[in-house]
């Protein structure tokens, strides 16, 4: 039963790693994103531009090879303790002053790009259908039409569950994640006067599903 | 008790003649289902920003339409922005209006442009109104012993 376990690994992982990176010029938009994403157990850091964006993603990547030295062998979870956790999904608004989202999914979907296999998610307010296909035709996940509402979280579970599994495998189930008694919510946030300066909060070592209490994480928008 | 069933009750018949007379849609029911114990003052927190971004928009369209050369790229953005927050927390007639102001914006038409900032100022203030006495009622529900209606 390997593929049991290993499902109910992913879920497991899931529920407690998974990070998403949303970029929207709008506070508010932000806010909302943040919300949605952690009603879904997902770590959430909110930048507000694409330049911002590829900064933060640079920033782990330099994390990661300074920690690779020490944690090569330690589990995610250390990795996380230690304050480094790599991007799972990028969440980004089409319309931004200066770099557009269509400009940063070009950025990270560009060849040799070291952040190729994140998936990415563009979202608009506007329903252009040319400007769909554009995105889908540079590697877009998904296009979510703005305002997000929770069913539209669902359309992404898909998406959580690919990163997190080896790209081989295929899971095709969605998954339920009403649940109320495993949230986690571990914000981070790069403001215009923070530069690439990250605050964070750590993540509570991970406990058996069943007897996980909720985390209230303050929220920094 | 009593008294906190009849706020319930006014609550309730409040919001939904906010809905009925289009001044919130769908969008403000998603922001209450988002409110829960963990995250008790969503709906007020996110409305706080809304106002405070509204009222930057609404002065950067003043100033703009002011101007003796009119830059409509920059007044259709703003426009923009209002449209996408006031969308996303639900506030129907103040989005409506955007829609129309975006148009004039892009026909360079200083006249509608001026017309539209007028009700667009009116539907936003009106909204605000409207919110802030919901606000009141859930703080007086409260502050009486109650709880708020389920959404």
Redesign the interface.
Known sequence: MELHRDFADTQQKQKQHFHVLAVDD????R??LE??LA?SSCKVTCVDSGDKALEYLSLLDSQEIEYSADLSSSPPSAQEEAGYMKVNLIMTDY?M?GMSGYDLLKRVKMQGSSWKDIPVVVMS?ENVPSRISMCMEEGAEEFLL??L??SDLKKLQPHLLKSLVHPTEDISTSNDHGSDDN?I?DITTLNDSDNVLVSERKVMSPEPLERRP?I?GL?VV | MDGVVQLQKQLVDYIASLFHEGFLDE?FN??Q??QDE??PD?VV??VS??FE?SERLLNELAKALEQKTIDFRKVD?HV??F???S???GAHRVQKVCIAFRNYCEEQNVEGCLKCLQQVKHEYSLVRNKLETLFQLEKQIIAAGGSLPAT
């Open positions: 709008s506070l508010i938009e806010k909302l919300r949605l009603e319309s002053p307010s703005k305002p509402q929770l949230k919510h909720k209230n929220l | 969008q998603q922001l289902q988002l963990s995250n969503f927190e996110v920003l809304f971004d953005a923009h922005q449209k996408g927050s969308s996303s927390i």
